[in-house]
């Protein structure tokens, strides 16, 4: 029986475990990867201590930072989570077990799919969800970048570096990524804007060839040559392994209060499978040092009541 299980290994999990490390107490950290979608972002700016750093190269270091504390982790993903008398118990997609007093769901988000014809079919043979992972893939080479928010400009900002021609297209009549990143797209010479566009297909021959589109304002359809679909159009809570009793919002997230627990008396959640508004690397890890202090106190009060 652990004192607690932490359940994610991006930055709210990891940080969370440093702290459990810190605290001595008996812990396992669940997660089939380590940092989350912070390993998807190409330039970070505004993570205190680093003016400039890769999401992979910061996950790198927390990594590391984890490994001096000696804190090992379980290579597997949670399938599904209950709570029995005072416990949890966790069981993983490999089939182990695990036992804890207390909980901490630091699980993340997952990319959400665009839902058209052929996105399934050419899953990792051109349609792809990373541009940090697999943007060096496509050099030389048009791509067609779907979504305007932050996430999307962001990758077609560095696929412009890369690719010979991006087609950033959002279904929206305006990119709503920052504006720091959208100057960067006005100021890359390769990259073509389309807003208000809808992909409709993606087809291809055993890879991806080129996409369908369809003018909103016109009706009028048509085709792209690409050979690479980058789809960027935001994520899903990974909440689905949570038992019936805990409280999610329409969204699928955790619902937390500031002292990051749920409604479930010793399970805490943090990061961004939570209510918390403002998805960011910096906030995951604050979260992620709370839920665990709120843990730390749980244990304390627990193990007092119990004698």
């Known amino acids: ?55 992979f190269d910061l996950a790198l270091k927390f990594e590391s930072h984890l490994k001096g504390f000696g804190v090992e982790r379980v290579d597997d993903r949670v399938a599904s989570l209950e709570k029995r008398d005072d416990f949890f118990i966790a069981r993983t997609e490999g089939g182990a077990e695990f036992e804890s007093r207390a909980a901490i769901v630091t699980s993340g988000k997952s990319a959400r799919n665009l839902g058209v014809i052929g996105e ?55 990119l709503t990524a920052d504006r720091k990143f959208q ?3 006005k100021a890359a010479q390769n990259v073509r804007v389309l807003t208000y566009t809808d992909v409709t297909e993606i087809h291809g021959n055993k890879v991806v060839e ?20 980058f789809i960027e159009i935001g994520s899903m809570p990974n909440t689905r392994f949570l038992f019936e009793e805990v409280k999610v919002n329409r969204r699928g997230e955790v619902m937390i209060d500031c ?7 010793g399970l805490f959640a943090a990061g961004d499978a939570t209510n918390i508004p403002h998805k960011q690397i910096i906030i995951a890890a604050g979260e992620g040092a709370k839920a665990l202090l709120s843990a730390h106190d749980y244990l304390i009060r627990h193990s007092l009541q119990s004698k």
């Open 1 to 55: 029986m652990h004192d607690v299980m932490i359940i994610g290994g991006g930055p709210a999990g990891m940080t969370a475990a440093i702290y459990a490390a810190r605290k001595v107490l008996d812990q396992v950290l669940i997660s089939p990867d380590v940092g989350g979608q912070a390993t998807w972002a190409s330039e970070i700016e505004n993570y205190l201590g680093y003016p400039y750093i890769s999401g």
């Open 183 to 185: 100057q960067h797209i």
């Open 259 to 265: 002292a990051n627990n749920t409604n479930i008396k």
């Open 120 to 174: 399934e079919e050419f899953k990792g043979r051109g349609v792809t969800y990373c541009a940090t992972c697999d943007a060096p893939l496509y050099k030389g080479k048009d791509v067609a970048v779907v979504g305007g928010g932050n996430a999307g400009v962001s990758a077609a900002i560095q696929l412009s570096r890369i690719a010979n021609q991006v087609y950033l297209i959002e279904v929206m009549r305006t």
């Open 210 to 229: 080129g996409i369908g589109i369809k003018d909103l304002d016109s009706g009028r359809a048509s085709e792209i040559a690409v050979g690479g679909v």
